[in-house]
Each structure stands twice: as structure tokens, then as C-alpha cells.
């Protein structure tokens, strides 16, 4: 009886293993998105108010 316990808790490490790099993997990918809006919104934003600007001037 232990011994089917042992390998149905070997499958589930692995496969827990499995789901958990895959919901760091997830996350990891959120936060690099996250931090790319922020750029694009720190950065893009002003660069377009400018040219908007210039483009308004004219």
C-alpha cells in the first residue's frame, strides 16, 4: 500500500513541480509586460505630445 502512495506522491512532486514553474513562468511574463507599459507610457507618451506639438505649430 505505501509503496503506491510513494509513487502517486512522486508523480505529484513532478507535476507540481511542473504547474509551479509554469505559474512563475506566467508571472515573471506579467511583471515584464507590466514594466514594459510603464515604459511605453513614461516614455512614447511624451515623445507623441511633442511631436503633436510640433506637428500643431505648423
Known amino acids: 500500500m505505501g509503496a503506491i502512495f510513494d509513487a502517486i506522491f ?4 513532478e507535476t507540481s513541480g511542473l504547474i ?4 512563475l513562468a506566467l508571472v515573471i511574463m506579467g511583471l515584464i509586460g507590466y514594466a514594459l507599459t510603464n515604459v ?3 516614455v512614447v ?3 507623441v ?3 503633436k506639438k ?3 505649430r505648423k
Open 10 to 13: 512522486e508523480e505529484f512532486k
Open 20 to 23: 509551479i514553474g509554469l505559474i
Open 40 to 42: 511605453r507610457e513614461a
Open 45 to 47: 507618451s511624451p515623445i
Open 49 to 51: 505630445r511633442f511631436i
Open 54 to 56: 510640433l506637428v500643431s
